[in-house]
């Protein structure tokens, strides 16, 4: 999921995904709005990651258009795992401790079953952390 992807949404879809289309809503809102205020690329991930999961988030990210300037977010609740990876560009700006800080608020949502809020939420404080392009 990318700022832009655009979603083909049925009731069926819904029930069937983690999120409702309102939820999606919200974080193509947040990914958009992170994309522009930064000027680097944010992209979600919610699945089964390859295990190690680190090193999957990793190759899921190599994939990206632009890894260099992008910041993948990989969530795997069946794996109880969540991990941030940052491209060359984009680590100049975000710090291992910056996407920590974002990892720990994100989890702690995650972990009050509130997948998309900690999802929007997290965005927001990298993209603020990054700060302007």
């Given at each position: ?29 947040a ?30 990210h ?72």
């Open positions: 999921m990318t700022a832009g992807d655009h979603y083909a949404v049925s009731s069926t879809a819904v029930l069937d995904g983690p999120f409702t289309t309102r939820q999606l809503l919200r974080l193509d809102d990914l958009r709005k992170a994309d522009e205020n930064s000027g680097l690329t944010f992209s979600v991930y919610v699945g089964e990651v390859s295990e190690p999961v680190r090193e999957g988030a990793e190759l899921l190599a994939r990206l258009a632009n890894p260099a300037e992008s910041v993948l977010i990989a969530v795997a609740p069946g794996q109880r795992q969540l991990e941030i990876v940052t491209g060359s560009q984009a680590r100049k700006r975000l710090s291992d401790r910056d996407c920590k800080l974002a990892a720990l608020s994100m989890a702690a949502s995650f972990g009050g079953g509130d997948l998309a809020g900690g999802l929007v939420s997290g965005l927001a404080q990298l993209t603020g952390l990054a700060g302007k392009a």
